[in-house]
Nanobody, 124 residues
């Protein structure tokens, strides 16, 4: 089992920045690929960013590429999502997730463990 605790989020004006953090604990968190997903009201949960076990591979959705950065700290067992140049359309509940394997993935179905969501609201 893996436990994921998300922190960060909040309210920010368009063009601003926020940072999310996901703290992992339990069974071998550092050996797992991690991902961030988000869900806006009335919409499906969608992929945002993913990072491989080693941190050597990252991938982003087209909508956040160039604005968001995913990173991980193995010593602290955390995965961070730095969000810059935020837009109102980035408003959503953001979720951290962990895989049972080390390869990065954009597929929601590939993730076995999920943290609680955190609200990100971007005002125009």
């Amino acid at each position: 089992q893996v436990q994921l605790v998300v922190s960060g989020g909040g309210l920010v004006q368009a063009g601003g920045s926020l940072s999310l953090s996901c703290a992992a604990s339990g069974r071998t968190p550092s050996s797992r690929a991690m991902g961030w997903f988000r869900q806006a009201p009335g919409k499906e949960r969608e992929f945002v960013a993913t990072i491989s076990r080693t941190g050597g591979t990252t991938s982003y959705s087209d909508s956040v590429k160039g604005r968001f950065t995913i990173s991980r700290n193995h010593a602290k067992n955390t995965v961070n999502l730095q969000m810059n140049s935020l837009k109102p359309e980035d408003t959503a509940v953001y979720y951290c997730a962990a895989r049972d394997s080390g390869g990065a993935s954009f597929e929601l179905k590939d993730y076995a463990y999920w943290g609680q969501g955190t609200q990100v609201t971007v005002s125009s």
